[in-house]
């Protein structure tokens, strides 16, 4: 697949566009954290799609994915898919984070901080 289709590909607009019409309220007050660069000065992306996947948020200048999880994703059935579904972006080099959507609400400053570490060490590892 070339690069070309393999991010935000056309045929999936209006699926994410629903998706981010439909976010969670984690999704939309993480969304108040990384928008308008706020996070490191770094661009992110909502429902931003990388082949048939679509991830919750992603910075790509970073090759950086952030999954938020709700409570289902604690289930045997979902860590395995959770994984599977991991493997597709870490293939081309990206790093995939996921923390349950509790944080966002309980924890703000540990999740911000826990992502500019992984961004300051890909960014020294660049």
């Not at 056309?10 to 976010?23: D, I, P």
């Not at 990206?94 to 999740?111: A, D, H, S």
């Amino acid at each position: 697949m070339k690069n070309k289709t393999l991010f935000n590909r056309k045929g999936l607009k209006s699926f994410r566009s629903s998706l981010r019409n439909r976010s969670t309220s984690s999704e939309v007050a993480f969304w108040e954290m990384l928008k308008s660069r706020k996070l490191d000065g770094r661009k992110f992306r909502r429902q931003y799609s990388i082949g048939y996947y679509i991830v919750d948020f992603c910075c790509p200048s970073e090759k950086l994915i952030i999954e938020l999880d709700g409570d289902s994703h604690g289930e045997y059935h979902k860590i395995q898919e959770d994984e599977i579904r991991d493997n597709y972006p870490e293939g081309f080099g990206f790093t995939v984070l996921r923390f349950e959507n509790r944080i966002v609400f309980q924890e703000p400053e540990y999740l911000k901080s826990e992502i500019s570490k992984v961004i300051n060490i890909r960014k020294k590892s660049i």
